[in-house]
C-alpha cells in the first residue's frame, strides 16, 4: 500500500478531526495529529484549541514526499519540508545474514545482502539513492538454479529500461528473464529449481517479489507484518491455478512432485517455455511505503517458518536487536532458535534494519483494575478451551 501525503490548502483552520483512542485529532492524506476534543467550526474552538503531542508508536508526516511509489518519477529525494526545514523520515540500511546447512547433507541455499545499492551499481543505472536489495533463494534438486538466480537476478532488473520508473514491471519481468536464461543455459543444471524472494528498497518503498514458500516479515513497533505469501500447492489460491493448468495436487505436492508452486528452474516440470505449466516463475509483488514504526525486515527460507511464526521470529529479533543492535548477531540467533526447534531443511536468514538505533521499548501502560491472572494465561486457558470444544 502507497500513501501519498499532501500539505494542507490553507493553514488559517486546521483540517477536519477523526476519532483515535477516544480522542480527536486532525488528518490530511495519512499525516496525522492528535489534539483536543473542542469544536473547530466554533470560533471558540478555534481559538481554545491545542495540538497536542502524538503517542510514540504514531508515525507524523508532514510534508509532501516527492518519493511516494515505485511506479512515479524517482528523481527527488530531499524530502525536506519548506516550512520547517526538517528532514522527513529515510530508512539508514543495515543488514546481516546467516546461513546453516541444518539436517540436510547438502547445502543449497543462498542469498545476497546490498545495503547500498547506488555504490554496487557504480553509476551504470540511474539509481535512487538510498537504495538497498536484499534477497534470499532456496534450492532444490542441486544448488545450480539458487546460485544463477542470486548472481544474474539484480542485473535481469536494473538493465530492464523500465527500472527505476516502473520497478515493479521490471521485477516481475526480471524473474521471467531469469528463468528462461537459466533454461538456455548448457553448463547449468536445468533439472534443478529455485524458489526466489527479493526486497527492493527505493528511498522509502519498499517492494517485496516472491515465487515459492520463503518468507518476509516486517517488524512494525514489535508487531509481525507478513509482505509474502507462501505458494504451497494446497494454499487454495494455488490449488485453483494448478488444477487450471492441468496439475494436480497430491499430497501436498505439485504433480506429486515438488512442494511448491512457484520456482524459478525445474524444467523437467515445465516442459518448453510458450506451454502453459502449473509450475510458473512469476513473482507475487507487495509495495510498502516505511514509516519510523518499521523497524526491521526479516527475510527467511522456509527452514526458519517451518518451525516458527511471523509473529515469533519478529519478537525474538526485537529482543536480540534491543540487548545488542547488531543483525548480524539477530539472523545468527534465528537459525540457532530454529535448529534447536529441530527444523528439517537448510536455514538462511537476512535480518534488514532500517534505522542505526536499536528498537525502543514499548511502554504498556498498566491497567486499572488488578487481574488475578496473566494475559498470557488468559490466551493459553481460551486456546485450551477452544480446543476442547
Same mark, same amino acid.
Given at each position: 500500500m502507497v500513501w501519498k501525503d499532501s500539505m494542507a490548502a490553507s493553514t488559517e483552520f486546521p483540517p477536519p478531526l477523526v476519532m483515535l483512542d477516544g480522542k480527536y485529532g486532525s488528518k490530511e492524506n495519512g499525516s496525522l495529529?492528535?489534539?483536543?476534543?473542542?469544536?473547530?467550526?466554533?470560533?471558540? /474552538?478555534? @481559538? &481554545?484549541?491545542?495540538?497536542?503531542?502524538?503517542?510514540?508508536? =504514531?508515525?507524523? #508526516?508532514r510534508h509532501t514526499v516527492g518519493l511516494v511509489g515505485l511506479d512515479l518519477n524517482l528523481g527527488t529525494h530531499g524530502l525536506i519540508c519548506p516550512q520547517e526545514g526538517q528532514s522527513a523520515f529515510l530508512p539508514v540500511f543495515r543488514s546481516g545474514s546467516c546461513s546453516e546447512i541444518g539436517p540436510k547433507p547438502y547445502m543449497e541455499d543462498e542469498h545476497i545482502c546490498i545495503d547500498n545499492l547506488v555504490k554496487h551499481l557504480r553509476a551504470s543505472v540511474n539509481c535512487p539513492s538510498p537504495g538497498a536489495f536484499?534477497?534470499?533463494?532456496?534450492?532444490? /534438486?542441486? @544448488? &545450480?538454479?539458487?546460485?544463477?538466480?542470486?548472481?544474474?537476478? =539484480?542485473?535481469? #532488473?536494473?538493465?530492464?529500461?523500465?527500472?527505476?520508473v516502473s520497478a515493479k514491471k521490471a521485477m516481475k519481468s526480471a524473474f521471467t528473464k531469469a528463468d528462461y536464461a537459466f533454461a538456455d543455459s548448457v553448463s547449468l543444471d536445468r533439472f534443478s529449481g529455485t524458489t526466489a524472494l527479493t526486497a527492493l528498497i527505493l528511498g522509502r518503498s519498499l517492494l517485496i517479489a516472491n515465487a515459492g514458500d520463503c518468507r518476509a516479515v516486517?517488524?512494525?513497533?514489535?508487531?509481525?507484518?507478513e509482505l509474502s505469501r507462501d505458494h504451497k500447492p494446497s494454499c487454495s489460491v494455488e490449488r485453483l491455478r494448478i488444477e487450471k493448468l492441468g496439475g494436480s495436487v497430491y499430497d501436498?505436492?505439485?504433480?506429486?512432485?515438488?512442494?511448491?508452486?512457484?520456482a524459478i528452474g525445474d524444467w523437467h516440470m515445465k516442459g518448453s517455455k510458450d506451454s502453459a505449466c502449473p509450475l510458473i516463475a512469476e513473482p507475487e509483488l507487495q509495495e510498502t511505503l516505511l514509516t519510523e514504526e518499521d523497524e526491521f525486515l526479516i527475510l527467511g527460507c522456509d527452514g526458519l517458518w517451518d518451525?516458527?511464526?511471523?509473529?515469533c521470529a519478529v519478537t525474538i529479533a526485537r529482543k536480540e536487536l534491543m540487548a545488542h543492535n547488531d543483525p548480524e548477531?539477530?539472523?545468527?540467533?534465528?537459525?540457532?532458535?530454529?535448529?534447536?526447534?529441530?527444523t528439517c531443511d537448510n536455514l538462511t536468514v537476512?535480518?534488514?534494519?532500517?534505522?542505526?538505533?536499536?528498537?525502543?521499548?514499548?511502554?504498556?501502560?498498566?491497567?486499572?483494575?488488578?487481574?488475578?491472572?496473566?494475559?498470557?494465561?488468559l490466551h493459553l486457558l481460551q486456546g485450551a478451551l477452544d480446543s476442547n470444544m
Open positions: 495529529i492528535v489534539g483536543g476534543s473542542e469544536d473547530l467550526n466554533t470560533s471558540e /474552538g478555534r @481559538k &481554545d484549541v491545542k495540538v497536542g503531542k502524538p503517542p510514540r508508536h =504514531l508515525s507524523v #508526516i536484499y534477497g534470499v533463494f532456496d534450492g532444490h /534438486g542441486g @544448488k &545450480d538454479a539458487a546460485c544463477f538466480v542470486r548472481n544474474n537476478i =539484480l542485473k535481469f #532488473i536494473t538493465e530492464d529500461n523500465r527500472f527505476p516486517l517488524g512494525k513497533r514489535g508487531r509481525a507484518m501436498g505436492y505439485l504433480n506429486g512432485q515438488l512442494s511448491v508452486a512457484r518451525v516458527m511464526s511471523s509473529q548477531r539477530c539472523s545468527r540467533e534465528l537459525v540457532q532458535e530454529a535448529l534447536k526447534r529441530h537476512v535480518v534488514i534494519c532500517f534505522s542505526p538505533d536499536p528498537p525502543p521499548r514499548i511502554e504498556i501502560p498498566r491497567p486499572r483494575v488488578r487481574r488475578s491472572i496473566s494475559m498470557e494465561g
